[in-house]
Structure formats: C-alpha cells, structure tokens
C-alpha cells in the first residue's frame, strides 16, 4: 500500500518534514507544495535530508518558481494535473497539516 505525502509548511517552521521522512515507506512518494518547496534550498539541512534519503520527490513546480527554487535532478517538478495523478496512483493521500 502506498501513500503519497503533502507538505506545505516550511520545514523550518517545524519538524513536520523530518516526522515525514521517518514514516515514508519504500512504495511512498513526497510532494512539495508552497512553503514547503524552501527545503529545496541547496546547503540547508532540509535539502540534504532529501537528497541523502533518496524518495520519489516531487514539488509544484509554480511553487518552486515563485520562491526562485532551482529543482536539483533528483527531484521532480510538476503541475496540478501531475498532482492528481499521483493521487490517484496512491492508495492514500497524507496531508501533514
């Protein structure tokens, strides 16, 4: 059974990225959305988080650019349509609110 995992918030804000990270199984995929497509920001501790944990990643790709992000080769960027089928591709859809 996969899930894919929404995040919103900064992940400097709180620790709702890492909580996420300890939970992700190998079937999973992350998504990035608003605030939290800053955790692409190369040299932080979120960035490294990601890019040593090796998940199916995946960030709004209007978000990422509106925040001036680069999305690094080992991440995905997508649109809303691309969103909903990663949705409907999952078995459950997580919200960390």
């Known amino acids: 059974m996969s899930t894919l995992h929404v995040l919103s918030h900064s992940p400097f804000g709180d620790e709702r990225l890492t909580s996420c990270l ?10 990035l959305c608003g605030d939290a497509a800053y955790a692409l920001q190369p040299g932080t ?16 790709a209007e978000d990422a650019q509106a925040r001036a992000l680069q999305v ?5 960027a997508i649109d809303y349509a ?11 859809v997580n919200t960390w609110l």
């Open 82 to 92: 691309a969103f909903v089928e990663l949705s409907i591709h999952h078995d459950k």
């Open 22 to 31: 300890r939970l992700l199984g190998t079937a999973d995929a992350l998504l």
């Open 72 to 76: 690094p080769d080992w991440a995905e």
């Open 45 to 60: 501790a979120p960035f490294n988080a990601l890019e040593n944990r090796q998940v199916k990643l995946f960030v709004l």
